[in-house]
């Protein structure tokens, strides 16, 4: 993952509650799922003549009303921030991202509780 969306992510994914992590997970990868079966899509995000501002609005008003807040944001800014040809990538990796701190969280709580 890029080191900038890498930052951007651990802050912005660290400071979620428990309740929107797994929303943002669950979210973020029926987003990646979505671009790799969409060909006009992916098309979209990954066209090296759209600047990435470009593709991070249109990611954001594809993506208005129907996910989180916080999912908006992280993919909106990976969109924006990563090379065109990385952008699916970079939503996956965020995914996974998202995914090893909500189960290292479980695993905190858990440790937590006994």
Not at 15 to 32: G, P
């Amino acid at each position: 993952m890029l080191p900038k969306l890498e930052g951007y992510a651990a802050a912005l994914l660290g400071a979620l509650d428990d309740a929107t992590l797994t929303t943002v997970v669950n979210e973020l990868t029926s987003l990646e799922r979505a671009v790799l079966a969409q060909p006009e899509l992916r098309g979209m995000l990954s066209d090296t003549s759209l600047a990435g501002v470009v593709r991070g609005q249109v990611l954001a008003d594809l993506l208005e009303d129907k996910v989180h807040v916080e999912t908006r944001r992280v993919a909106v800014y990976a969109a924006t921030v990563a090379p065109a040809q990385e952008v699916t990538s970079a939503i996956g990796e965020l995914a996974q991202a998202a995914l090893v701190l909500e189960r290292s969280e479980e695993h905190t709580s858990e440790l937590q509780s006994r």
